[in-house]
C-alpha cells in the first residue's frame, strides 16, 4: 500500500531576510526516518518570486500530492500562524525577489476568499501542546504567501491544504527566541493532523 504523499513547500531569501528558515525546516523534515516510515514527504524550496506562484501548478502536477503544506516567515510574527484562509488581494506596489510587481488580482476570480481545507483548529492545538505559541490566522498576507495559498486551494477541491506562517529565527531576527528545531517540531506536529484528514 503506497503511503499517503505530503508536498512540503518553504521559500528561499527575499528582501529583507536573507537566510529563510522555512528552506532549512522543509530539508530537515524531509529527511527524518519517523516522518518517512508513514508518510512520503516530497519537499521543494521557492523562489520568492511572482513567476514561481505562476508555475506552482506544474510542481502540483509532477508530485500528484494527496495533501500540500505550505510554509512561509512571517517576518514580525512571535507565534506560528495557521492561516484559515486565502484571500483575494494582492499589493501592487511591492516588489519580489527579482524585482517584478504582481498583477493587479489573483486568478482574475470575483471570490473575497477560499477557506482553507485543512483541520486548522486541529493542527494549532497539536503545536500548541509542545509548548510553543501558536495561533489560528484569518489574515495571509498580500504577498507571495498568499498567493501561493491561494493558487493551491484553487487546484483541486478535495485536498487538504495548508498554509503556516512561521516566526523568524534567531538568525534573521537577533531577538528571536524562536530556533529552527522549534520550528522544525511544530511543523512536524502539524503534519499529523493534516495527514489524517486524506481520503476523508
Not at 509532477?62 to 484562509?85: H, Y
Amino acid at each position: 500500500m503506497r503511503r499517503p504523499r505530503l508536498l512540503l513547500t518553504g521559500f528561499g531569501p527575499f528582501p529583507g531576510a536573507p537566510r529563510n528558515p522555512t528552506e532549512v525546516v522543509v530539508a530537515r523534515l524531509a529527511a527524518r526516518a519517523d516522518l518517512a516510515a508513514r508518510i512520503e514527504i516530497v519537499g521543494r524550496v521557492l523562489p520568492v518570486t511572482w513567476d514561481a506562484i505562476a508555475g506552482f501548478e506544474t510542481i502540483l502536477v509532477e508530485t500528484d500530492p494527496d495533501a500540500v503544506l505550505l510554509l512561509g516567515l512571517a517576518r514580525r510574527a512571535s507565534v506560528v500562524r495557521v492561516e484559515a484562509r486565502a484571500r483575494n488581494r494582492i499589493l501592487t506596489a511591492v516588489v519580489d525577489a527579482a524585482g517584478r510587481h504582481p498583477h493587479a488580482r489573483l486568478d482574475g476570480e470575483d471570490m473575497p476568499f477560499r477557506p482553507a481545507r485543512a483541520p486548522i483548529r486541529a493542527m494549532t492545538a497539536a503545536i500548541a501542546a509542545l509548548g510553543l505559541p501558536a495561533a489560528v490566522s484569518g489574515d495571509a498576507g498580500a504577498y507571495l504567501c498568499n498567493a501561493l495559498l491561494w493558487r493551491a486551494l484553487g487546484a483541486r477541491p478535495a485536498r487538504p491544504t495548508a498554509f503556516v506562517h512561521l516566526p523568524p529565527t534567531r538568525e534573521v531576527a537577533p531577538r528571536s527566541p524562536w530556533r529552527a528545531v522549534d520550528l522544525e517540531r511544530a511543523v512536524a506536529a502539524a503534519i499529523g493532523p493534516l495527514t489524517a484528514t486524506i481520503g476523508r
